[in-house]
C-alpha cells in the first residue's frame, strides 16, 4: 500500500527538522561556551540589580574594614572580591587582581573564615591588590550574600548595584570577555 | 491516688525536655529536629551540587544546618525558611524546582512526552500495512492444485 505525498513528507520533515532545531541549539551553546558568554555551571545571583545586604566586618590586622554602607555610592565601578589564604584558586587569580588594581580598577576584599595572621602571611606572599580588607570569620556575611565558595567576585556600579558576580578564579578570558565589557557599560 | 497523678503530671514538661537533641552544636526538641530535618532535606547544597544540605559534609552546609535549627527554634514557619534560603542563593538551592515562568518547559516535558509517543503511535498504526485479503475457496483450491 502506498503511502500519501504528504505523509511521506512529514514522516522525513519532522525528524529532519528537530534535528536541525536541536542541532542549532547545540551549536550556539557550544559556540557561546567558547566565547566565555555562557557557563553551564554559573549560579545566577540573587543579589543582582540589588545593593549588597547589610553587614559591617572588622578590618585586617587593624586596618579599616567596611560596611555596606560604605559601598553605596563608589565613584567608579569597583569589585568586591571574596578570598581566603586557604583557598587554591585565590591564588590562581591573584596575578590578574594585581593587575587589574595597576590598571586602576578598586577592589576591596573580604578575608572568609580565615586567621587574621595567615591572612597577612598569605597577602605578603601573593601581593595585596585591596584598597580595602574586610573580615567575615564567622562566613555569616558571606551566608547573606549567597557566597557559596571562594574565591567570588562582586562588580559594584557606581549606584552600589551589584552587576555582576562571578564564582572561581579570574582569568584572562573572563577579563577580557566580559567583565570588560561591564565595567565599560556601568562606568 | 489522684494526688499521686497529679504529682506525675507536673513532671510531663521535663519529660518532653528529655528529648532534646543537640546537631551542629544546636539544642533542640526531636520534633524540632525532624522538622529541620526536612526542610535540610529539601535544599541543595551549592558546594557539592547534587547532595542535600542534611546529607552533605561541607562546612557550608553544616553552617546552613545550623541557620536552620537557630530559625526552627526561634518558631519560624518552614515557608520562610525556604525564603530565607532562596533570597541568598536563587531557586537553584531547591532540589524541587517551583512553578515559575522559568520552570513551565521543565514542568511540561513530561505531558509532552506523552503527547508525542501517542503521536507516534497512532502515525505508526495508521501507516501499518494491511494485510492481504485472505484467499478465495476459489483462489485456495487452485493454490491447492499447484503445490501438489
Partial sequence: ?187 | MKRVLLFLLAFLPALAQAQMVTRDGVTLTQTQETRAEAIGDQLRCLVCQNESIEGSSATLAKQLRIIIRQHVVEGDSNKSIMQFMVQRYGIFVLLKPPFTPLTYLLYATPPLALIIGLLIFWVARRIRVTPPAPLSAEDAKRLDELLQ
Fill in chain 1, 1 to 187: 500500500m502506498a503511502m500519501s505525498a504528504t505523509r511521506r513528507r512529514l514522516l522525513f520533515g519532522i525528524p529532519l527538522a528537530l534535528a536541525v532545531v536541536g542541532g542549532e541549539g547545540f551549536y550556539t551553546i557550544l559556540r557561546r561556551m567558547q566565547r566565555n558568554d555562557y557557563d553551564p555551571h554559573a549560579l545566577p545571583s540573587p543579589l543582582i540589580g540589588k545593593r549588597p545586604p547589610a553587614f559591617s566586618l572588622p578590618g585586617l590586622n587593624g586596618g579599616p574594614g567596611f560596611s555596606n554602607l560604605d559601598l553605596l555610592a563608589p565613584p567608579r565601578p569597583m569589585l568586591v572580591n571574596w578570598f581566603a589564604s586557604w583557598c587554591i584558586p585565590c591564588v590562581q587569580e591573584a596575578q590578574m587582581l594585581d593587575w587589574l588594581t595597576k590598571n586602576g580598577l578598586t577592589i576591596w576584599g573580604i578575608n572568609y573564615e580565615d586567621k587574621a595572621d595567615t591572612a597577612a602571611h598569605y597577602l605578603a606572599q601573593n601581593g595585596n591588590p585591596y584598597t580595602r580588607i574586610a573580615t567575615d570569620i564567622s562566613g555569616l556575611t558571606a551566608i547573606n550574600w549567597g557566597v557559596y565558595g571562594v574565591p567570588e567576585t562582586y562588580l559594584i556600579d557606581k549606584t552600589g548595584i551589584v552587576r555582576w558576580r562571578y564564582a572561581g578564579p579570574l582569568t584572562p578570558d573572563i577579563v577580557n570577555g566580559t567583565l570588560n565589557k561591564l565595567l565599560r557599560r556601568y562606568s
